[in-house]
């Protein structure tokens, strides 16, 4: 890899594009040339990045030339169109949409988790995962590697940001629309078919097979081909909140072997990429709004489960634009420069 590697993002203008642009100089990953690339609606637009003005340009099969890193977060079926085309033009394809995550020959990478993945890339694509699945396992990670992980149960709060740009918009408008007195009934819908101001919505993408949705089955899925764990048990409710960009996740995680409380604790306040935040004689506890424009992840009410042995019960929360997206492709796209 090229060490000032030439970077596109398709999707540039979007909530987790402009985020990418953001972590690229955070992160301080070296940038050769920029490549902006939207809709026809954004071409020609400006965006300035480290001081340099960049016009924007629209996404085509021609935008690939020269391109060593091309993020994706334009949509799925924009990374099924063109994320082929910019690999075969000699990118490496980092994509945030569901597309390629659960092909063999595509790894699934977070890298504090399973950065031995990015060695093999037979398709030029890598694809970040789903946001809800990375946050979950930056907290059970550390405690998979100690006591082996054997299930999953979890139930989400999901922030708007995961429907982009426009759910954000929603929350917004709603929100202003109630306070101005507009009943939950009356309020304009146009990305969520319920009211999200003031209410919650047991219902994140769209239904599949046993009554769960498909964002539910990627925890499952998912997990299971992060962590290498073809067996591993999972069952989660994904829930939309009135939150917006950072998600919450209620766990309790059964291991092989019993943990201790006090162990795992230890074992989050000196790892990578979280924080331990639980000192409830304090009351301190993690919440979204204490995430949100931040990298780490925070866990939390860290207890035994009073229901099944070898379990713990926990509560995470992480930046779904940041760890949940952004910052977790231009951590991928920083292993892949530094080698
Ligand atoms: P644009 O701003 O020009 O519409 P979000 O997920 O926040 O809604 O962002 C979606 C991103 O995908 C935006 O950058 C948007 O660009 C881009 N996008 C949407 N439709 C297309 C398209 N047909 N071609 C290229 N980019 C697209």
Redesign the pocket.
Known sequence: MNANPTIAI?????????EILQCLINLDVPVGDLKL???????GKEIVFKGKPYI?E??TEHSFAGVDIAFF???GS?SEK?APIAAAAGAIVIDNSSAFRMDDQVPLVVPEINPQALKNIPKGIVANPNCTTIISLMALFPLHEKYGLKSIIASSYQAVSG??????AELEQQTKAVANGTALEDLEKNVYLHPIACNVIPHVDVFKEGGYTKEELKMLHESRKILSLPELKVTCTCVRVPVTRSHSVSITATFANKPTVSEAQGLFARYPGIQLCDDIENLVYPMPYQTTLKQDCLVGRIREDLVLDNSLALWVVGDQVLKGAALNAVQIAQKLISG
């Open positions: 398709a999707g540039a203008t979007g909530a987790v594009g402009e690339l939207a809709s026809a609606r954004s071409a924007i629209e996404l977060s334009a949509g924009l063109f429907s982009g740009a426009e759910g954000i």
